[in-house]
């Protein structure tokens, strides 16, 4: 039986917003995604940065491309990635597996912060996915320090489906429900 993604057709056309463009990973985009994990402040709420020298060495000259992975372009130049990808319900961390199948995440530089690319871009990859899996719910998980990522959960429209504790900390999960046609 397929999932949610891998039934969807793969890639789809770039997805262009006011500001931004969603498209698959490029070869050019692969300093931007190193720089992007390396980060420590991106790595705050989600483990840790990861070290520069390990993604140099270990990160492909093209980065990974997979269903549901989108870089997210400002001006030609990578500012962060969505993703929407597929839950295991079978993982030992799995919350609520029942809720949804298809998570959101979302990673942007430093740089782009404040300036609402976040919103723009993950209501354009929503957009994409009820297009390609009408009816379909998606969840997200952070860490409920996590502020900033709390409010683009709000504006986005999840609501509140868990706490619970992981990885040392409180985490929230939220669940969206497309609006229906």
């Known amino acids: 039986m397929k999932t949610e993604l891998e039934s969807v057709a793969w890639p789809p056309e770039p997805i262009k917003t006011e500001r931004l463009v969603l ?11 190193i720089e992007l994990l390396a980060s420590p402040e991106v ?3 989600i483990g840790g940065a ?11 000259e093209a980065p990974r491309r997979r269903t549901g992975l989108f870089v997210v372009d400002l001006d030609g130049a990578t500012i962060g990635m969505v993703t929407l990808y597929t839950r295991d319900p079978n993982h030992p961390d799995q919350v609520r597996p029942d809720l949804a199948s298809v998570e959101l995440g979302y990673l942007f530089l430093p740089t782009s912060w404040g300036h609402g690319y976040a919103t723009e871009a993950c209501t ?3 957009t ?6 009408p009816n379909e719910p998606v969840v997200l998980t952070t860490q409920s ?4 990522s709390m409010r683009l959960a709000t504006k986005l429209g999840f609501t509140e489906a868990a706490r619970y504790e992981a990885w040392d900390a409180e985490q ?5 429900t497309p609006p229906h046609a």
Do not use: V
Not at 27 to 32: F, I, K, M, Q, S
Not at 145 to 148: G, L, M, S
Not at 172 to 176: A, C, E, P, Q, T
């Open 23 to 33: 498209r698959e990973p490029e070869a050019r985009d692969r300093t931007a995604i």
């Open 43 to 45: 790595g705050t709420y």
């Open 50 to 60: 990861q070290s520069r020298d390990d993604l140099e060495g270990t990160m492909p």
């Open 124 to 126: 354009a990859a929503l």
């Open 128 to 133: 994409w996915f009820t297009t390609a899996r």
């Open 145 to 148: 320090a996590n502020q900033a």
């Open 172 to 176: 929230w999960l939220g669940l969206w």
